[in-house]
């Protein structure tokens, strides 16, 4: 079993300007999500948000907040939520 990455870990490469680097964290937050990691959620929905290792896609991006705020653990749900809101007013600032 490999090294659980840090939180500093994955925001680092998410947001690096290496995409192969951001493609590799995005694998792997993609099979913690399916096992059931609400903190994977959260992250990939930062990075759907961003594009960050992937295409950016906001409806994937909600969605994927949406289910990170189902956690218990409060300061995951309050991150969900807050990215949630900031993500619904981009879309509401960019309606004509």
């Known amino acids: 079993m490999g090294e659980i990455p840090s939180l500093d870990s994955i925001n680092a490469s998410l947001s ?14 993609q099979a913690e999500s399916k096992a059931g990691d609400k903190g994977a959620e959260l992250w990939l929905g930062r990075a759907y948000h961003n594009g960050w290792g992937i295409e950016k896609d906001l409806a994937e991006a909600a969605a994927h907040y949406g289910r990170a705020a189902t ?24 309606k004509p």
């Open 16 to 29: 690096s300007n290496d995409l192969a680097r951001q493609k590799s964290c995005v694998t792997f937050l």
């Open 71 to 94: 956690t218990e653990e409060t300061a995951i749900r309050e991150s969900a939520q807050q990215w949630l809101l900031q993500l619904q007013q981009e879309q509401q600032a960019v």
